[in-house]
């Protein structure tokens, strides 16, 4: 109360970062980071995530101080400002879709969100309510206490009079030239475990690519390939990255067989690789029908893992691999 008093004294202002450092909680603070003020950080003694309300992105997700998120240098400061020339914006972001039906929505995609610390390393962020979708986003991150495990979650609730039918779409960026590892589904639609975008609108079923190949129950995909946006089918729940910096992102989140899958082709997991600068990694959710009032969610869970980066000519071991997501993740399909 004392404090309160020497505001309403002197008629200051608190300005909002300090604001915000108010609300600190254990593993959580405020600071500026790539050009933006009062971003909110949540950390234990090896992991370090920076979350932005600037289009409601992540910023980092680091491992003892490296960085998996992919992020432009020249977008330092970036801020949407409806009416001027935009950006493809770079970071962990997350996204509604299907994505070729969906209308624009740049309030959701670039616009400023509001965010709060709600706990323990834990923080949520909240779009403004979107007329063109008819919905508005909440999202909520959690890391662990030790390890590098983060949950992500986001909340689609319809603010409409009607019905809409969204799916939630993760569009996080990594760091670029690694590798991925989708274990595939003994049931599936795609021949080769995956579709392949083009050449133009195309969507080839049978594609063949010196970069991509089934092995030991994954499909592998070691470098850029020609046509960089990849579609799968697999309803194993989880995927791995391993980037150039030896860490392995894996990211799990839940799958659902018996529902539809309103993407083009059904997809529930999608990549696309931009030369070797970046990979966004998109895990997908199911069609979802929501009520007026009603809200939805989708709950990824994100571990980085040291792992060495294979050297030229070697194979990464895919039994090993496996067994070290089981043991650090927890039992999988």
Known sequence: MKWLSIMILTGSLVPVGMARAVEKETGTEITPFFGYED????????????????????????FQGENSIYLDLSQQGWQYK???????????RLDIGPEN????????????????????????????PD?????????????????????????????????????????????????????LSRERRFPRGYIMYGPGSVMQFQPEDPAIGERD???????????????????????????????LWVKRYPVYPDRAYNEMAGLTLSIWYYRNEMCELEPIGPRESIDPGAEVSFTQQWWLLPYDYPRPGQSVDLDH????????TGPIR
């Open 39 to 62: 971003c909110i950080v949540l950390k234990n003694d090896k992991v370090r995530v920076v979350l932005t309300e600037h289009g409601g992105r992540v910023l980092e997700y680091s």
């Open 82 to 92: 409806p009416g001027e020339p935009t950006v493809e914006p770079t970071g962990g």
């Open 101 to 128: 039906i969906i209308p624009p929505h740049p309030r959701l995609w670039f616009g400023l969100w509001k965010g709060k610390v709600t706990g323990p390393r834990t923080a949520q962020l909240v779009s403004q």
């Open 131 to 183: 007329e063109a979708t008819g919905v508005q986003l909440t999202r909520e991150f959690c890391l662990d206490e030790q390890s590098s495990q983060l949950r992500v979650t986001q909340f689609i609730k319809n603010i409409s009079g009607e019905e809409k039918n969204w799916c939630h779409w993760s569009r996080t960026f990594a760091t670029g030239g690694g590798m991925v590892f989708v274990p």
């Open 217 to 247: 129950g994954f499909l592998e995909i070691k470098a850029t390939p020609e046509y960089p946006k990849l579609g799968m089918d697999s309803y194993e729940g989880w995927f791995a990255y391993l980037g150039k910096n030896n860490l």
């Open 321 to 328: 691999l496996r067994a070290r997501v089981i043991q650090e």
